[in-house]
């Protein structure tokens, strides 16, 4: 059974989008080849999910992002001041139907991921 250990000070940052098969597609490879090695270079960040939900018969899939951070400033170092505007940069925004304009942040209270 996996050990949960008490964290302090840890924060989940969550964004979600729309895209059509193929664009959830590029966004993915995306995420993974172009935004991760971004995100690895900034202190205080550990690491991300990519997560997706086939919507429906017309194709449509949701992407939701868990980035995981130290702090809020961590993630300012990324978001800039108001860390609840969202980062898209246009080629994402390419590849998407539509995308939340803001993120969301929770403290973590127990993590149980190792």
């Given at each position: 059974m996996p050990v949960m250990t008490q964290t302090e000070g840890m924060m989940v940052r969550t964004w979600s989008a729309t895209a059509d098969a193929v664009g959830a597609g590029k966004y993915s490879r995306y995420f993974d080849g172009t935004l991760l090695p971004e995100l690895r270079k900034l202190p205080g960040f550990h690491g991300a999910y990519l997560l997706r939900r086939d919507l429906g018969d017309d194709g449509s899939v949701e992407l939701t992002t868990?980035?995981?951070w130290d702090s809020a400033d961590a993630i300012r170092a990324f978001a800039g001041d108001d860390i609840?505007?969202?980062?898209?940069?246009?080629?994402?925004?390419?590849?998407?139907?539509?995308?939340?304009?803001?993120?969301?942040?929770?403290?973590?209270?127990?993590?149980?991921r190792g």
């Open positions: 868990h980035t995981f609840t505007v969202s980062v898209v940069e246009p080629e994402a925004q390419a590849m998407l139907l539509d995308f939340g304009r803001t993120a969301a942040h929770r403290s973590v209270v127990v993590d149980a």
